[in-house]
Nanobody, 123 residues
């Protein structure tokens, strides 16, 4: 069972930046896609970004050009650099490990989740 621990959340003003980290335990980290999701109060959890085991990134439209996902397989860590933050980016951010099968653009494509880290963007 993979354990995922997020860090790096916090309070930032609109236009600011934050970098989230997700450290994974266990072996074979480099074999899996890793994703970031977020959940705002009263809303469903939604896809933000994912990176394949080859390092190919995919983003939801609302964060393209502002967020960058990356991974360091030597450190078993995936990152989410968030720039030009907006109040609508406020949410709990979760990292997740992709399952063996399923779409990496959907929640159902992931089988391990972190506990989440709060990101609050003030206007």
């Amino acid at each position: 069972q993979v354990q995922l621990v997020e860090s790096g959340g916090g309070l930032v003003q609109a236009g600011g930046s934050l970098k989230l980290s997700c450290a994974a335990s266990g072996r074979a980290f480099s074999n899996y896609a890793m994703g970031w999701f977020r959940q705002a109060p009263g809303k469903e959890r939604e896809f933000v970004a994912t990176i394949t085991w080859r390092g190919e990134p995919y983003y939801t439209d609302s964060v393209k050009g502002r967020f960058t996902i990356s991974r360091d397989n030597a450190k078993n860590t995936v990152y989410l650099q968030m720039n030009s933050l907006k109040p609508e980016d406020t949410a709990v951010y979760y990292c997740a490990k992709a399952a063996v099968s399923g779409s990496i653009l959907r929640l159902s494509g992931y089988d391990s989740w972190g506990q989440g880290t709060q990101v609050t963007v003030s206007s």
